[in-house]
């Protein structure tokens, strides 16, 4: 049974830079595509970055496009939220999750397997 484990979530200003992880263990991740949602208080939990299994295409979400970028490590069985120009906006809990199959997804009900979040919080 695999099991997501995220990590790199804090405190941050605006414009602040910040690197989640998302670490697995259990399985290999190299067959599975991976990503990154996030919940804010009050909110749904939303889509914010995918990848396929091999890191070849990546899908984002409008409002952290240019910002947020998702890369994988296979080797090293992890995969990275790396979050630039931080936003109020951006405050919530991110939550890592991956799915059965290799082309990456971009609504929750496509992802199978989820970590248990890590909250981000930015002020201005």
């Known amino acids: 049974q695999v099991q997501l484990v995220e990590s790199g979530g804090g405190l941050a200003q605006a414009g602040d830079s910040l690197r989640l992880s998302c670490a697995a263990s259990g399985q290999t991740l190299k067959n599975n595509a991976m990503g990154w949602f996030r919940q804010a208080p009050g909110k749904e939990r939303e889509f914010v970055a995918a990848?396929?299994?091999?890191?070849?295409?990546?899908y984002y979400a409008d409002s952290v496009k240019g910002r947020l970028t998702i890369s994988r490590d296979n080797v090293k069985n992890t995969v990275y939220l790396h979050m630039n120009s931080l936003k109020p906006e951006d405050t919530a809990v991110y939550y890592c999750?991956?799915?059965?199959?290799?082309?990456?997804?971009?609504?929750?009900?496509?992802?199978?397997?989820w970590g248990k979040g890590t909250q981000v919080t930015v002020s201005s």
């Open positions: 990848i396929n299994w091999i890191g070849s295409v990546t």
């Open positions: 999750a991956g799915r059965w199959g290799t082309e990456a997804r971009t609504t929750t009900g496509d992802m199978n397997f």
